[in-house]
């Protein structure tokens, strides 16, 4: 069975961290943190179901882990719903998109001039979007939910009185602490007294515990069109920002079928645009063309081919794609198997590309957690608030970090991705949901890390697929990644292979060899959180891996 252990958990060529995947059978979460993992837990085990389990942990990641996602950021989900057990509901696998719009009244020349000219504003006021997450919550509770917003947030709303923060979550405040002292509301919560909190320190964010409490009891429609917006955009228009009441008034999560392609007979199925799931499926695609099992997908020649096969998706997702509602994207092209081949045949399988352009056509941080739950439905979820506490700002007295996801747009006229008022940035969220070659949905996965997101997803699948190996020695597997990604390549920043040092260093020799530069990590200095499950679809058996790199993990009852 796909990513099940063997009898032994056998290693590959390098030692595990942890034994073997956590098993269960009647629900399972895995996910970042360990308080995220409790609540979706506790959930499960009072009834509710994976819809449920992941929208509570959800929010409980909003609140301890303030600088990966929050209320001021954005959801992407993949979720499978099984048949009713009455036959009156077919089964159906849905992409959530959550993410937001630019300001409609921001001009593109105005954000050339908070960027220098360069690029768009980092961080600060004009970098925020409108939110998507707070709608992506009430709609995934909406179309498959059996409890309410109230009932699901409660483990949150306990946190967000107060918790003991973590190491890791110190340690971006520290990272982050200058931009946060330049906003007085961010300062008051993340700095108390002016400095960083020591792990272990209870973390208290009570104007946030109040902002979820009036979601509980008003729904949406608080944080869209009434109180908490106008705060937000009052807020906002005193620091110089341009995202009003008005934009956030309309903002809708879009329910879509899923994109998806084959891989070795399974079906991957991916969120849509403007998530960047379809690098992922594309890279699948482009490395499906070779025998990786061969090969090996941890050998120099394996990882050269995936590593090429990913220079060529970010070439076409950058030079085709952006907001569909703004420009047309050729995603069933860019899908296809006929694109996938010709896209090989451009593979030098003995050197590394040093200039990588979009196929021409002739006639484009973060928190991931996933949830099984005992009647097998499946929830793949990642939020973000962008960039580590995204803006940098808190909304006054709402406690809501907003994002800057808007700092995504491109400058430059006639990119696909260029900024336009009212348009969706293209996005790095991205998570996956795996049906076996029976078209049973048997696996969900995923990790946060912007642009390493699909590179990591793909090593996830082939690890998965043609090593064989469980879901957590996939987790665990050394990991890499080829940047830039999607930024452009120049002179001063070439294409460079990051990996970490477990791979070996016969590896690390004939992969320098093939002409990639390398920076290499330590042996577990990749980063990255990857969170998978996978449900026997004859026992209804859980195996669940969560990535030692974080604080994570898996449990299950």
């Known amino acids: 069975m796909l990513g099940f252990p063997d009898h032994e958990c056998s290693p ?27 609540a979706g837990l506790e959930i499960l085990r009072q009834g509710g179901n994976a819809v449920d389990a992941a929208v509570g942990a959800g929010l409980a990641a909003a609140v301890v882990m303030p600088e990966m996602c929050g209320l001021g950021g954005d959801l992407f989900a993949v979720v499978h719903a099984p048949a009713s057990a009455d036959g009156r ?34 961080f600060g006021p004009l970098s925020v979007a409108v939110p998507g997450m707070v709608d992506g919550y009430f709609a995934l509770l909406d179309r498959f939910g ?6 699901v947030a409660e483990p949150a709303i306990g946190y967000a009185e107060g918790f003991p923060i973590y190491p890791l979550g110190a340690a971006c405040i ?120 061969a090969i090996g997908v941890d050998s120099a020649e394996g990882i050269h081919l995936l ?16 907001d569909p509602t703004f420009c047309d994207v050729p995603l069933e092209r860019l899908l296809s198997k006929k694109w996938a081949k010709f ?3 451009q593979i030098d399988p003995e050197r590394a590309a040093e200039e990588v352009l979009r196929g021409e056509m002739r006639d484009g941080d973060t928190t991931y957690l996933c949830v099984i739950d005992g009647e097998g439905m499946m929830v793949s979820l990642i939020q973000s608030v962008a960039d580590n506490f995204g803006s940098g700002l808190v ?33 790095t969220l991205n998570c996956f949901l795996i049906a076996d070659q029976q078209g049973r949905p048997v696996l969900v996965g995923g990790t946060p890390g912007g642009s390493n997101q699909p590179q990591w997803n793909l090593q996830t699948i082939v690890g998965l697929i043609d090593a064989g190996w469980d879901v957590q020695q996939t987790v665990e597997q050394p990991r890499w990644s080829t940047m830039p990604a999607t930024a452009p390549v ?3 920043r070439p294409h460079v292979v990051q990996i970490e040092r477990r791979v070996g260093q016969p590896v690390l020799d004939a992969l320098a060899q093939r002409g990639h530069r390398l920076e290499v990590w330590d042996d577990w200095g990749a980063g990255g959180a990857a969170q998978v499950i996978v449900r026997d679809p004859e026992t209804g058996v859980l195996a669940a891996g969560s990535d030692p790199r974080v604080e994570g993990l898996a449990l299950g009852y």
């Not at 059996?146 to 009932?151: H, K």
């Not at 956030?248 to 994109?259: K, L, Q, V, Y």
């Not at 909304?395 to 006229?413: I, K, P, Y």
């Open 12 to 38: 590959a060529r390098w030692p595990r961290r942890r034994v073997g995947p956590v098993l269960a059978e009647r629900g399972m979460v895995a996910a970042a943190h360990p308080l995220t993992v409790a």
């Open 89 to 122: 509901t077919k089964a159906q696998t849905v992409s959530v998109q959550g993410s937001g719009m630019a300001p409609r009244s921001a001009t593109i020349d105005q954000m050339r001039k908070a960027g220098n000219g360069v690029s768009m504003p980092p």
């Open 146 to 151: 059996t409890r309410s917003f109230g009932d």
């Open 174 to 293: 520290a990272k982050k602490a200058e931009i946060l002292k330049r906003d007085p509301a961010a300062a008051a919560i993340f700095l108390p007294g002016g400095e960083v909190p020591e792990p272990g320190a209870i973390l208290r964010q009570t104007d946030l515990a109040r902002t979820l409490r009036q979601l509980a009891d008003g729904g949406r429609d608080v944080f869209y069109r009434g109180d908490i917006a106008r705060r937000i955009g009052e807020y906002l228009s005193a620091a110089g920002g341009a995202l009003t009441a008005e934009d956030m008034a309309d903002h809708e999560t879009a329910i879509t079928p899923p994109i998806s392609t084959t891989y070795r007979g399974y079906t991957v199925s991916q969120t849509t645009l403007p998530s960047q799931g379809l690098i992922h499926l594309a890279a699948l695609n482009i490395a499906e063309q070779a025998d990786l099992r």
């Open 307 to 322: 590593v090429e096969s990913l220079k060529l998706a970010f070439a076409d997702r950058v030079g085709y794609c952006g």
């Open 343 to 345: 896209r090989h045949g």
């Open 395 to 427: 909304a006054g007295d709402t406690g809501v970090v907003l994002n800057n996801r808007a700092a995504a747009f491109s400058l430059t006229e006639g990119h696909p991705n260029v900024f336009a008022p009212g348009k969706k940035p293209i996005h």
């Open 490 to 492: 120049t002179p001063d």
